[in-house]
C-alpha cells in the first residue's frame, strides 16, 4: 500500500525556519517525480515544489522562490522541504504528493499545519 | 503562468443529481488536465487525469472532457460521499497551477 506521511509542522515565527518531511512507503520511490502542495486556511490548494526523481528538475512557485528548498534522499524514501524566512502567508496545511507519468498527482499524504505568527 | 478557472465556484444538488465543473484555461493546455476532490481534513484524491481517464478505483459516475483550453468534470448521479471541493489542475506546464475550486454542497 502506497503512503505519504508528512511530519515536521508546527508554530514558528515569521522569519523563521522550518523543514517538513515526507516518509515514503509501499512504492519505489526513487522512480518517481515528487510535489509539494498546500492549502492555506479558507484557500484552494496551491502547487509549492517540485523534484524529479533523480533530482536533475527542481521547480518553485514565485511564491517560495528563493526562501524554500526542496530535496530527497531516495535511499531514505523521505522527500523534504526547507523553508526559510517564513511568511504569515507561508501558514498553510502541506502536502507531499507523487506525481505520474500522466504528470497527475495520484497519492497524497494527510498533510502537516504550519502556523507563521508571532 | 497559466490561469485556471473553475466555474461555479460553489453549488448546491440533491443526491441524484447531474452535476457539471467547468474548468477553462489561459492558454491551450491539450489534454493536460487532471481533477481532484477534497474533503475537510483528508488528503485530495485524483479522480480524472489527462481530462477524460478515470483514475483506477474511481466510481463510473464521475467523468471528464474536453481539450484545449474547456474542461468539464460531470457526476451522473451525485451521491453522499460526493459532497466536497473539486480542483482542476493543469499539468502542461510549470508552475502546475489549480483552479481556485468548485464547492458542492447539500441542497
Known amino acids: 500500500e502506497v503512503q505519504l506521511v508528512e511530519s515536521g509542522g508546527g508554530l514558528v515565527n515569521p522569519g523563521g525556519s522550518l523543514r517538513l518531511s515526507c516518509a515514503a512507503s509501499g512504492f519505489t520511490f526513487s522512480s518517481y517525480s515528487m510535489n509539494w502542495v498546500r492549502q492555506a486556511p479558507g484557500k484552494g490548494l496551491e502547487w509549492v515544489s517540485s523534484?524529479?526523481?533523480?533530482?536533475?528538475?527542481?521547480y518553485y512557485a514565485d511564491s517560495v522562490k528563493g526562501r524554500f528548498t526542496i530535496s530527497r534522499d531516495n535511499a531514505k524514501n523521505s522527500l523534504y522541504l526547507q523553508m526559510n524566512s517564513l511568511r504569515a502567508e507561508d501558514t498553510a496545511v502541506y502536502y507531499c504528493?507523487?506525481?505520474?507519468?500522466?504528470?497527475?498527482?495520484?497519492?497524497w499524504g494527510q498533510g502537516t499545519l504550519v502556523t507563521v505568527s508571532s | 503562468d497559466i490561469q485556471m478557472t473553475q466555474s461555479p465556484s460553489s453549488l448546491s444538488a440533491s443526491v441524484g443529481d447531474r452535476v457539471t465543473i467547468t474548468c477553462r484555461a489561459s492558454?491551450?493546455?491539450?489534454?493536460?488536465l487532471n481533477w481532484y476532490q477534497h474533503k475537510p481534513g483528508k488528503a485530495p484524491k485524483l479522480l480524472i487525469y489527462?481530462?477524460?481517464s478515470l483514475q483506477s478505483g474511481v466510481p463510473s459516475r464521475f467523468s471528464g472532457s474536453g481539450s484545449g483550453t474547456d474542461f468539464t468534470l460531470t457526476i451522473s448521479s451525485l451521491q453522499p460521499e460526493d459532497f466536497a471541493t473539486y480542483y482542476c489542475q493543469q499539468s502542461y506546464s510549470t508552475p502546475r497551477t489549480f483552479g481556485q475550486g468548485t464547492k458542492v454542497e447539500i441542497k
Open positions: 504528493a507523487r506525481e505520474t507519468s500522466s504528470l497527475s498527482f495520484d497519492y
Open positions: 492558454q491551450s493546455i491539450s489534454n493536460y
Open positions: 523534484i524529479s526523481s533523480s533530482t536533475t528538475y527542481i
Open positions: 489527462a481530462a477524460s
